[in-house]
């Protein structure tokens, strides 16, 4: 096409480099059958390659978590989990490569034909369809399909919480209020978004920008057809366009996905569909579930945190038990954030006062320790992000070590020389949280902070800690929580954190509402770089600035202790997901 070039979605290889080294792996490991391993299972070897591979298709694979999840509606799906088990019954434009390694990073076409068609200046991305494309009631699946579901995502109203970068994107002063309240007779009325035939979709950018096709890999680019959109019931029935559809969804219990009949495993590379079906239970007994794993009446934690103390002694000191589990770093942190809407934390130093305060080493600890929690956390961007410097410590957490003087020091300079009261909201679901949050009151009574633990209901966090007026109205000063990259990239990591553009009234992950122009523009201009390596030096600014604020008490860079059953193949953990790619398993025994 005259006027526009042809790009590849990719890591860049600066990008690729920098996440070999932090995953411990190289391109060597992953040599043979796109990174298959044919050697048997050992511990942390999923972390690298594919453990048990196979083809063998048949059987129920048996998925258990603690916590429900966020929402099976791919407009409002944010948690970790939940994009990854998007896969297994929704497609969009593009999708991760299915590999272990930094190849799990590149984008590969999914509902797309090829890699976009892309304009000169960057902002403008022309897909074309695959033909034979269809949803599970049979029907086709077109390019306004695709544009109604992300017509979706601007309908905050009636479907908030889930990733927000695509308003952000396609916006631009518009307004557009969602399909729900579009005065348009078809209600596609978004101007950015173009669907010219069945099979073509152009996307209008306000500034070039690389990330895009990343932010339509979330959930929120997969297609919806108008006629099936119940809106906020949307989650209880969605439809699929993937190798799966749900049988049943039973909200706080789980689910139950077969095969989509309709799904043609030709237009799909991506994905092995291997069971014939797929079992979620939501329990909230973690110590039950991890029992069920070992025991082998369950396959794998959904969720993906890691399994409980009881367990991990158990798989640590048992050579058989922990051969099936892995600890790789996983491009989460694990952190406090502090509330500069909430007094006093509305002075700098009372900010200051509980990130010295606080015991790098305890809070290492109630998470896990080294092995099943991670290392003690440095700074807001995780090690696998290019742009990150681990070495960069401007809090001293390195020492892990409370810093006392500093703390008072810090109390006399904010006017609360004795201390203070707060409170601390927790997920009540969430033990190893609940832990870091009883080691941080401990750290703060020493220095006459005292925090009130106050645990709300973890599938509420959207209306919870991310709702501003309810952080508010409770007087949350410090808020227990951990992000993975929503793409891997500085602004797929702390963007969503620390960028004003994503401060929402619901699903507001932007804890402290951190709206600091210079970190605004930093985030603008990385985002505008056509150099990785430049972007990555921008987004290291940005983590600077948030540094600078002491808006966030970073705890670990996590690492999580899961356990597979033996019986699962084609078990890897996948870098572009941070968790196992559920889309490739496969059970064993056919059963």
């Not at 000169?120 to 579901?149: N, V």
């Not at 010219?196 to 979709?201: N, R, V």
């Not at 932010?215 to 019931?233: I, M, S």
């Not at 985002?527 to 970073?554: C, I, R, S, T």
């Amino acid at each position: 096409m005259a006027g526009k070039t042809k790009v590849m979605v990719a890591a860049t290889a600066a990008l690729t480099l920098g996440l070999t080294a932090a995953c411990g792996g190289s391109s060597d490991d992953n040599k043979d059958n796109g990174g298959t391993s044919s050697t048997g299972a050992s511990f942390n070897a999923a972390a690298t390659k594919i453990v048990n591979p196979s083809d063998k298709k048949g059987g129920t694979l048996n998925f258990w978590s603690s916590q429900d999840v966020d929402s099976f509606d791919p407009a409002i799906s944010y948690y970790g989990w939940s994009i990854d088990m998007n896969r297994l019954y929704s497609r969009t434009l593009m999708t991760y490569t299915p590999k272990p390694g930094p190849d799990g990073l590149i984008l590969s076409p999914d509902l797309a034909e090829a890699a976009p068609q892309v304009s000169e200046d960057g902002k403008t991305y022309t897909f074309k369809l695959k033909s034979g494309l269809k949803f599970d009631d049979g029907s086709p699946i077109t390019s306004k399909d695709i544009k109604y579901g992300i017509e979706r995502i601007f309908a905050q109203d009636v479907v908030p919480g889930g990733p927000l970068y695509l308003i952000e994107e396609l916006d631009q002063g518009q307004k557009y209020p969602g399909p729900y309240k579009d005065t348009d007779p078809n209600k596609l009325g978004l101007k950015t978004v173009e669907t010219p035939d069945d099979s073509t979709i152009i996307f209008h950018l306000k500034a070039a920008n690389a990330n895009f096709p990343y932010e339509l890999a979330l959930p929120g680019g997969a297609p919806v057809p108008q006629k099936r959109d119940t809106g906020d019931k949307y989650a209880l029935a969605p439809a699929s366009s993937g190798p799966y559809k749900f049988e049943s969804i039973q909200p706080g219990k789980g689910a139950t996905l077969v095969r989509n009949p309709n799904w043609d495993p030709a237009t799909d590379p991506n994905r092995k569909a291997l069971p014939d079906k797929i079992v979620l239970t939501i329990t909230t007994n973690a110590d039950d579930m991890d029992s069920r794993l070992i025991a082998g009446t369950a396959d794998l934690d959904s969720s993906q945190s890691g399994v409980q103390t009881q367990a991990r002694t158990q798989i640590l000191t048992n050579d058989k038990l922990k051969e099936t589990a892995y600890n790789p770093n996983n491009g989460f942190i694990r952190y406090a954030a502090l509330s500069p809407k909430v007094a006093p934390f509305d002075n700098i130093e009372c900010r200051k006062a509980v990130i010295y305060a606080s015991d790098p080493t305890t809070l290492q600890t109630a998470r896990g320790g080294p092995i099943a929690g991670g290392d003690i956390a440095t700074n807001m961007l995780p090690p696998n992000i290019l742009g990150a410097d681990p070495k960069y410590d401007p809090y001293g957490r390195a020492q892990g070590k409370p810093q006392v003087d500093k703390a008072k020091a810090a109390l006399q300079a904010c006017g609360k020389p004795n201390g203070f009261d707060t409170k601390i909201a927790v997920r009540n679901n969430k033990p190893a949280e609940i832990a870091t949050a009883t080691a941080l009151q401990a750290a703060l009574k020493t220095v006459g902070i005292n925090a009130a633990i106050e645990q709300y209901d973890g599938k509420n966090i959207s209306s919870v800690v991310g709702s501003p007026s309810v952080v508010k109205a409770k007087g949350y000063g410090i808020m227990i929580a951990g992000w993975g990259a929503d793409f891997p990239t500085g602004y797929g990591y702390l963007a969503p954190l620390a960028s004003g553009s994503f401060i929402a009234q619901s699903g507001n992950f932007n804890l402290p509402e951190i709206n600091d122009p210079a970190i605004n523009d930093l985030f603008a201009k990385g985002l505008a770089e056509k150099d990785a390596q430049a972007a990555a030096a921008d987004y290291q600014q940005a983590n600077e600035k948030v540094m600078d604020g002491y808006y966030y008490l970073p705890f670990v860079f996590d690492k999580a202790l899961n356990y597979y059953n033996p019986r699962l193949t084609n078990v890897y953990f996948h870098q572009g997901l941070a968790m196992v790619d559920f889309a490739s398993l496969g059970v064993s025994d056919g059963k």
